[in-house]
C-alpha cells in the first residue's frame, strides 16, 4: 500500500514561517503531480499548490509570493515552504499525490491524514 506522511505543523505567529513536508511509501512505479490542499473550519478544502513531475508549479492566488512548492524526487517528498503567514492561513494542510503502479496505468490520487498550521499572536 501506499501511504503520504505530513509533518511540520504547529503554532506561529502572523509574519513567521513554518515548511511542511510529505513522504510517500510503499511500492508504486511512479509519483506524477503532488500537491498541497488545505481546509479551515466552516470551509471547502481548497488547492493550496500543485507541481508537476516536470517542476512545474501552480499556486492559489492567496498565497502566491507567500509559499513555494518543492519536491526531492530521489526521497519521494514534497515540501511547502510558508512565509509571511497569516491568520487566514490557519487550517489543516493535507498533502495529495498522483501515484502510478505500473507505466500503462492511470493514476490514483493518495491523501495523507493531514497536519494543523495555526497563526496566531
Known amino acids: 500500500q501506499v501511504q503520504l506522511v505530513e509533518s511540520g505543523g504547529g503554532l506561529v505567529q502572523p509574519g513567521g514561517s513554518l515548511r511542511l513536508s510529505c513522504a510517500a511509501s510503499?511500492?508504486?512505479?511512479?509519483?506524477?503531480?503532488m500537491g498541497w490542499y488545505r481546509q479551515a473550519p466552516g470551509k471547502q478544502r481548497e488547492l493550496v499548490a500543485g507541481i508537476t513531475s516536470g517542476g512545474s508549479t501552480n499556486y492559489a492566488e492567496s498565497v502566491n509570493g507567500r509559499f513555494a512548492i518543492s519536491r526531492d524526487n530521489a526521497k519521494n517528498t514534497v515540501y511547502l515552504q510558508m512565509s509571511s503567514l497569516k491568520s487566514e492561513d490557519t487550517a489543516v494542510y493535507y498533502c495529495?499525490?498522483?501515484?502510478?503502479?505500473?507505466?500503462?496505468?492511470?493514476?490514483?490520487?493518495?491523501w495523507g491524514k493531514g497536519t494543523l498550521v495555526i497563526v496566531s499572536s
Open positions: 495529495n499525490a498522483e501515484i502510478s503502479n505500473s507505466w500503462f496505468s492511470d493514476g490514483m490520487e493518495y
Open positions: 510503499g511500492r508504486f512505479f511512479s509519483i506524477n503531480a
